[in-house]
């Protein structure tokens, strides 16, 4: 009886050790404790954002993937502002003209992360151009805000890591949200919508989780640079 116990003990033991070795390290460690990250989903109720041949808009894409992301960032011990959690913008209700709603819901947006507690903002967008062939996530930054560069590289260096994308961060210092938010920041542009293979894939669920994951990673490794100089 004795030697039955002990070799349940010891199973119970093994496979507690494993568990432990094997789960993911949110489980038991909070690498981002105590930091304050805002994360702006791009476009959002009267706008659409790029919408690919078929059908499927900007908004929704960037929406899912924000709140992958934040619920990675929270379970590593972040508090996340999210600048939006359903689809709307931020203008005042009852505006008129959709030229004046998007100028005003900017203002919102940036005012939002400005004015609040946040030490990062992390934006994100989907592209569109003429080309059809264009594809590939893409991180851009604006070099007149401090560390900015640093978090761009970061999370682009995730991106190829993690999906394979082989591109180069760039520097925007006319983005507006980026310029009037005041602190460190990334604009993420996730994919391309008016590329219908890439369009297909920034609908699927397992492909947003990839995006957030990358996007997550750079920002644990962003703080932990920041952190060390």
Known sequence: MTVVFFLIGAIGLYTGLTQFLT????????????EVIAIDAGHGGVDPGAVADDGSVEKEVTLKVAEKLRDMLTQAGAHVVMIRDDDRDLAPEGMKGYSRRKSQDLKERARIVREGESGLLISLHCNAVTDDTATGALTLYNGERENSKVLATEIQEALR?????????????????LKRAEK??????????????????????????????????????YYAHVKQT
């Open 184 to 221: 460190p920041g990334a604009l993420v542009e996730l994919g391309f919508m008016s590329n219908p293979g890439e369009a297909a894939q920034l609908r699927e669920d397992n492909y947003q989780e990839l995006l957030a994951l990358s996007i997550y990673k750079g920002v644990v490794t």
């Open 161 to 177: 890591e993690t999906l394979g994308v082989y591109r180069n961060v760039q520097r925007r210092d006319d983005l507006y949200l």
């Open 23 to 34: 789960q993911p390290i949110l489980s038991w460690t909070l690498p981002l404790k105590g």
